[in-house]
């Protein structure tokens, strides 16, 4: 089975393919939703209005990944969701997310 996919998350059947990611168009674990709710609601994180440089189609390298993330507040929270739920491409608590994807891309 196939599905259409969003930066690595996949669509529920029922929606309408739609570019805007909202939290009920995703499909993830209970405590995922909660910490990605958590980091969009925020207004201190380093990424807010910067959404470009965490998740573009230009991966960061992974030491301007942690520059990007440096003493952002919520760098422990995003790291939790990282680990949590695994998103396949960007940024996420200092850490970049997706080289493997990159890299097959190049090669098709």
């Known amino acids: 089975m196939t599905h259409?996919?969003?930066r690595g998350y996949r669509p529920l059947a029922d929606r309408p393919k739609d570019r805007n990611l909202s939290m009920?168009?995703?499909m993830q674990t209970g405590p995922a939703t909660k910490l990605l709710k958590i980091?969009?609601?925020s207004p201190d994180k380093n990424c807010?209005?910067?959404e470009e440089e965490f998740s573009g189609d230009e991966l960061p390298t992974?030491?301007?990944a942690q520059l990007l993330c440096a003493g952002c507040p919520l760098m422990q929270t995003c790291s939790e969701y990282r680990d949590e739920a695994h998103p396949s491409w960007g940024v996420w608590g200092g850490?970049?997310?997706g080289r493997k994807l990159e890299?097959?891309?190049r090669d098709e």
């Open 4 to 6: 259409d996919s969003i």
């Open 24 to 26: 009920d168009y995703i």
């Open 39 to 41: 980091l969009w609601d």
């Open 48 to 50: 807010a209005g910067r």
């Open 62 to 64: 992974d030491a301007e």
């Open 95 to 97: 850490k970049v997310q």
């Open 103 to 105: 890299e097959a891309m």
